[in-house]
């Protein structure tokens, strides 16, 4: 039973932007941690970034300062802004829910992920 939805990736030229979203309306824990994890051909899943029950975002070194994560909590939807994107962020982008509400753990909750490819 899929309770997370990815959608807006695309294809994009290096520099630009794309904003992914994330449909959590079925997942009766949006209130908590939820984080956004990409995949590359070939390589393991990676996690992007989080945004606590708190509201508190963080990123990994790669995507800081390019990358921004919010929440829409009316409407049980995660963001993730992306610009001056490159062609290494080129992947398979996934959004999970936590599975605790005190902390950030990805196990059971996951999108089905939207591709998103950068050219040059």
């Known amino acids: 039973q899929v309770q997370l939805v990815e959608s807006g990736g695309g294809s994009v030229q290096v520099g630009g932007s794309l904003r992914l979203s994330c449909d959590a309306s079925?997942?009766?824990?949006?209130?908590?941690?939820m984080g956004w994890f990409r995949q590359a051909p070939g390589k393991e899943r990676e996690w992007v970034g989080t945004?606590?029950?708190?509201?508190?975002?963080t990123y990994r070194d790669s995507v800081k300062g390019r990358f921004t994560i919010s929440k829409d909590n009316a409407k049980n939807t995660l963001y993730l802004q992306m610009n001056s994107l490159k062609p290494e962020d080129t992947a398979m982008y996934y959004c999970?829910?936590?599975?605790?509400?005190?902390?950030?753990?990805?196990?059971?909750?996951w999108g089905q992920g939207t591709q998103v490819t950068v050219s040059s």
């Open positions: 079925r997942y009766t824990y949006s209130s908590w941690c």
């Open positions: 999970a829910g936590s599975d605790w509400s005190n902390r950030c753990e990805f196990r059971r909750y």
């Open positions: 945004v606590d029950r708190d509201g508190k975002t």
